[in-house]
């Protein structure tokens, strides 16, 4: 089973931005996804990659966080631009069933 390992994560202010990465443990042909979880809220979807590199968001980050993937490097990236401090929560990277273990994300000033 394949593993995942997300990092990137930390303390930005209000209009920063972070890079996350994920890396698969091999390579892998399906898409990514990544969700995110906010204390005392429910998981949600953020964006997700397919192999054909279509990329889709959920409204609340769209146009701000940018999804990416290199099959090369077994690797997917999230981009968050412009994040606000609704945006703090762990962050999870998903490829079919498996989940990483998340990186927090916390936008404080």
């Known amino acids: 089973q394949v593993q995942l390992a997300e990092s990137g994560g930390g303390l930005v202010r209000p209009g920063g931005s972070l890079r996350l990465t994920c890396t698969a443990s091999?390579?892998?042909?399906?898409?990514y996804a990544w969700y995110r979880q906010a204390p005392g809220k429910q998981r949600e979807w953020v964006a997700k990659?397919?192999?054909?590199?279509?990329?889709t968001y959920a409204d609340s980050v769209k146009g701000r966080f940018t999804i990416s993937r290199s099959n090369a490097k077994n690797t997917v990236w999230l981009q968050m631009d412009s994040l606000k401090p609704e945006d703090t929560a762990m962050y999870y990277c998903?490829?079919?069933?498996?989940w990483g273990q998340g990186t927090q994300v916390t936008v404080s000033s």
């Open positions: 998903k490829q079919d069933g498996t």
């Open positions: 990659i397919t192999t054909g590199d279509f990329a």
């Open positions: 091999r390579t892998t042909f399906t898409s």
